[in-house]
């Protein structure tokens, strides 16, 4: 619900790239960024350092941390100076009104099967979904964007869906 | 010790994490994560942008959560899914209690699951930043 008399901020162009599947990109899963982001934490477990330890306890090599994956590959061509992931192609199609703010509204993932330093994913992402609420900071725009990672055999080993609200 | 699915229920809290941030460990973090925005370790860019101070990046509460959940579910178990919402700001040293307890503990598909309230806690005793996980136990 939008405030009274005001036109709704979600147009039909915004409308049109739901569900639309962005180019996939290469996660290259290693053994020295899952160390710096193991270390980074705190996490004490060896199975993030020591390769022997991670096979003893039944993985193929170090396994990502949990909220390990995201952790972009930088490249200078296609990455955010900051930020590191990728720079969008656009703004892409705005809402009726201007937004101003924009908040994470978080992050959550499903795993399907381990992954380990050595694996290569290819991801897509898509809007998988947007609404507009009315709340105490006033007219919000919420999105949703689920990103599909799979492995090197095709198989789909976590989705990640994340929350974005302008307003 | 991991924790044992035929030990745990309904109300089993997990041994809390205590963090504390020290700005070593937030730029270390911008370099493990690639997240190099400068309200995490720039003092006059966090406070030029209208913030109090330096603020902990949300996405390494996320992962302290994740090293809550790992530590106590151990290698045996995996995360079959979790996430959590960035409520409120934390700040460098200051403490930063991760806490979590079981709230379900079921079998299906032939799993044996247990869904987990998860959250970090500033020292007010705000949660910062709630979320949920399912934890598949062998």
């Given at each position: 619900?939008?405030?009274?008399?005001?036109q709704p901020l979600?147009t039909?162009?915004?409308?049109?790239e739901?569900?639309?599947?962005?180019?996939?990109?290469?996660?290259?899963?290693?053994?020295t960024?899952i160390r710096?982001?193991?270390?980074?934490v705190?996490?004490?477990?060896?199975?993030?350092?020591?390769?022997?330890?991670?096979?003893?306890?039944?993985?193929?090599?170090?396994?990502?941390?949990?909220?390990y994956?995201?952790?972009?590959v930088?490249?200078?061509?296609t990455?955010?100076?900051t930020f590191?992931g990728?720079?969008?192609?656009?703004p892409?199609p705005?809402p009726?009104?201007p937004?101003?703010?924009?908040l994470n509204g978080?992050?959550?993932?499903?795993?399907?099967d381990?992954i380990?330093?050595?694996?290569?994913?290819t991801?897509?992402?898509?809007?998988?979904?947007l609404?507009?609420?009315t709340?105490?900071?006033?007219?919000m725009?919420?999105?949703t964007?689920?990103?599909?990672?799979k492995?090197?055999?095709?198989?789909v080993?976590?989705?990640?869906?994340?929350?974005?609200?302008?307003? | 010790?991991?924790?044992?699915w035929?030990?745990?229920?309904?109300?089993?809290?997990l041994?809390?994490l205590?963090?504390?941030c020290?700005?070593?460990?937030?730029?270390?973090?911008a370099?493990?994560?690639g997240d190099?925005?400068?309200?995490?370790?720039?003092?006059?860019f966090?406070?030029?942008?209208g913030?109090?101070?330096?603020i902990?990046?949300?996405?390494l509460?996320?992962?302290?959560?994740?090293?809550l959940?790992?530590?106590?579910?151990?290698?045996t178990?995996?995360?079959?899914?979790y996430?959590?919402?960035y409520?409120?700001?934390?700040?460098?040293?200051?403490d930063?209690?991760?806490?979590?307890?079981?709230?379900?503990?079921?079998e299906e598909g032939?799993?044996?699951?247990?869904?987990?309230e998860?959250w970090?806690?500033n020292p007010?005793?705000q949660?910062t930043t709630?979320g949920t996980?399912?934890?598949?136990?062998?």
């Amino acid at each position: 619900m939008t405030q009274t008399g005001a036109q709704p901020l979600i147009t039909d162009e915004m409308r049109a790239e739901i569900g639309k599947e962005s180019a996939p990109w290469t996660c290259e899963v290693d053994k020295t960024a899952i160390r710096m982001f193991a270390r980074s934490v705190g996490h004490t477990d060896p199975v993030f350092y020591d390769e022997a330890a991670a096979k003893a306890a039944g993985y193929r090599s170090l396994p990502c941390p949990p909220g390990y994956l995201g952790t972009p590959v930088f490249h200078p061509s296609t990455s955010d100076s900051t930020f590191g992931g990728r720079r969008g192609a656009g703004p892409g199609p705005q809402p009726s009104r201007p937004l101003k703010r924009v908040l994470n509204g978080g992050t959550e993932i499903e795993y399907f099967d381990d992954i380990c330093a050595g694996d290569v994913l290819t991801a897509t992402s898509h809007l998988a979904a947007l609404e507009e609420r009315t709340g105490s900071i006033g007219d919000m725009l919420i999105s949703t964007n689920k990103t599909v990672y799979k492995n090197q055999q095709g198989k789909v080993v976590a989705i990640s869906t994340g929350t974005g609200i302008r307003y | 010790m991991a924790a044992n699915w035929d030990e745990i229920k309904e109300g089993t809290e997990l041994p809390v994490l205590k963090k504390n941030c020290s700005t070593q460990q937030l730029v270390q973090w911008a370099a493990g994560s690639g997240d190099f925005y400068q309200i995490h370790y720039d003092k006059d860019f966090a406070i030029g942008t209208g913030l109090p101070g330096l603020i902990v990046h949300g996405a390494l509460k996320n992962a302290f959560l994740g090293q809550l959940i790992h530590d106590w579910a151990g290698n045996t178990a995996r995360l079959k899914s979790y996430g959590c919402s960035y409520r409120g700001m934390d700040y460098p040293n200051e403490d930063i209690l991760c806490k979590g307890v079981v709230t379900r503990k079921y079998e299906e598909g032939g799993e044996k699951l247990a869904d987990l309230e998860v959250w970090t806690e500033n020292p007010k005793g705000q949660k910062t930043t709630p979320g949920t996980a399912t934890v598949r136990f062998k």
